[in-house]
């Protein structure tokens, strides 16, 4: 089946650090990908996504690449905020229909001043 | 556009009593949503997929006479835990996807936190 694998944190970053959180998935077919960020007592907002193969999603100085020949689609910001502390989802979608997603683990980012 | 509400936010109640919690879609017509269960610093579980009008599908292990779910309209589903008991606490969040609104995408509420007592 489906399945999404991220990197486990959590990761600890100095404020104006890059940042690298790494996805790689397992999917029939040409699922859609997405990254979503969770901060504190909150629901999921979705950061952004990438319905094909070398589609650049990108959102709030984010941004991910769909790289169909390494199945991965990990996720970059080349300077990173004390806001941007929270827990992000790498997730797919099958584009067959209806259908659940199919979320990583998390990655919990704390971004320290 | 493309948003969805859940009521309560929060909610602490005694053992055995029953909790509903909604999930309305304010601004699109949600065809299908989903309900899922986070424990602190894990991911999301799939709890069911429920299209309206019709039965919800349940993940396996997740007992269908004790978490109810009813779709009865394009913009509402309730998740209803019966007979609740302390390890039923936990963030339920629901997502909804529809017509007209991103390919694939599902719009996600901004969660239940269910404590029970």
Known sequence: ?113 | GAVVSQHPSWVICKSGTSVKIECRSLDFQATTMFWYRQFPKQSLMLMATSNEGSKATYEQGVEKDKFLINHASLTLSTLTVTSAHPEDSSFYICSASGSGVGYNEQFFGPGTRLTVL
């Open chain 1, 1 to 113: 089946g489906n399945s999404v694998t991220q990197m486990e944190g959590p990761v600890t970053l100095s404020e104006e650090a890059f940042l690298t959180i790494n996805c790689t998935y397992t999917a029939t077919g040409y699922p859609s990908l997405f990254w979503y960020v969770q901060y504190p007592g909150e629901g999921l907002q979705l950061l952004l996504k990438a319905t094909k193969a070398d589609d650049k999603g990108s959102n709030k100085g984010f941004e991910a690449t769909y790289r169909k020949e390494t199945t991965s689609f990990h996720l970059e910001k080349g300077s990173v905020q004390v806001s941007d502390s929270a827990v992000y989802f790498c997730a797919l979608v099958s584009n067959s229909g209806n259908t659940p997603l199919v979320f990583g683990k998390g990655t919990r980012l704390s971004v320290i001043a």
